[in-house]
């Protein structure tokens, strides 16, 4: 699961550019606003998802430009890409061997982990947040949990949609909305407990001389089979009527994270553990990819070097290249990543322009 070439069309600062990449680490580094980030940005919309910024597809077409965008990776002997036309700016389109696709498909050729600077507030923020980090987990997976949770979405917002305005006349209605929130939501409760257990069990032999070692729950994770959701729906239809909106269900599920030599939740740790907890989650989360699929993840890592002690850092680079794969980094400094291999490639980024150092 490597990137042998992307090409970037009016994305963000870039008008065009044409990178050669290959495995193992590629390091971008430049001043700030250079366009670092970009980079990275554009490689993540190779996957499901509104990609690392979460950032809106008219934000990602370059300023002044013809309001259009494109992102393309060469695979092997597989051409994928995404973006947007200038008449229909809010509509993604991919292709994958020049043929039209749904962008969930992207899943079956790539998967792709990252870590950013704005994770660092994933466990001082809402649920919201850390239920989209761990279905992102899910999909590198299982492609398919995409649709899931997509049509369980679909069908909250239509019942939300009768509870809000008293459209209740017609039973049958919200009796099928019922069955179809229990059937998806199942289906994406049930992911997201194989992915915290899997987790779990890797994290367990994990070595925490370097990395805190996490410990991970599911809030309300017994809500899980078809039968009990459906159940819990129709209980629940006063309160919700009441409310105007679904209370309970898979769309308020919460990824509880734990220090385990601390036993303290990651919200109560410093920013320093906090970082440390999530490089755990990812690392692990690399490797059970790399178990179930026979192929490492493409790995994003957004100034993560800047926030280590040499010492950490030297650790990580370690641990990345015994594991393999394909690493992506930035950085403002290349003094930071004196301890990448040899072998890496490196990139100097000014002003939207990318060459070879």
Not at 232 to 243: E, F, T, Y
Not at 252 to 274: I, M, N, W, Y
Request: net charge negative; glycine share 6%; aromatic share 6%.
């Amino acid at each position: 699961m490597t990137v042998s070439q992307l090409s970037l069309h009016n994305f963000r600062n870039y008008q065009e550019l044409r990178l050669e990449t290959a495995p193992g680490f590629l390091v971008f580094s430049g001043e700030n606003g250079a366009g670092k980030t970009n980079i990275l940005e554009a490689v993540s919309l190779l996957a499901p998802g509104r990609g690392l910024r979460r950032a809106a597809l008219r934000d990602m077409a370059r300023q002044n430009g013809a309001g259009d965008f494109a992102v393309a990776a060469q695979l092997g002997d597989v051409q994928i890409g995404t973006g947007t036309d200038a008449s229909t700016p809010e509509r993604r389109r991919t292709r994958i061997n020049e043929a039209t696709a749904p962008t969930n498909d992207l899943a079956e050729w790539l998967s792709i982990l990252w870590l950013t600077p704005a994770m660092d507030r994933l466990f001082m923020e809402g649920a919201a947040g850390r239920r989209n980090f761990l279905d992102r987990l899910v999909m590198a997976l299982e492609p398919a949990h995409a649709r899931n949770c997509a049509r369980y979405e679909a069908a909250r917002r239509e019942r939300n949609r009768l509870l809000a305005d008293g459209h209740l006349a017609d039973m049958s209605w919200l009796d099928g909305l019922d069955g179809q929130l229990a059937q998806f939501g199942s289906l994406v409760a049930e992911a997201r407990h194989r992915m915290v257990l899997a987790l779990a069990l890797l994290l367990e032999e994990a070595d925490s001389s370097i990395f805190a070692t996490p410990t991970l729950d599911l809030a309300d994770d017994q809500l899980r089979s078809e039968d009990l959701i459906h159940d819990m729906l129709r209980r629940n239809r006063p309160a919700d009527r009441a409310a105007g909106r679904t209370l309970r269900g898979p769309h308020r599920a919460d990824l509880d994270v734990f220090h385990s030599a601390k036993q303290q939740p990651a919200d109560k740790c410093s920013t320093g553990e906090q970082k440390a907890l999530l490089f755990s989650i990812i690392l692990a989360h690399a490797d059970l990819i790399a178990e179930q699929r026979e192929q490492r993840p493409v790995l994003l890592l957004d100034e993560v070097a800047a926030h280590l002690d040499p010492q950490r850092r030297a650790a990580l680079f370690d641990k990345l290249a015994e594991r393999g794969g394909q690493v992506w980094l930035t950085g403002t400094e290349p003094a930071l990543f004196r301890d990448i291999p040899d072998n890496a490639l490196h990139f100097e980024v000014s002003d939207g322009t990318v060459k070879l150092r």
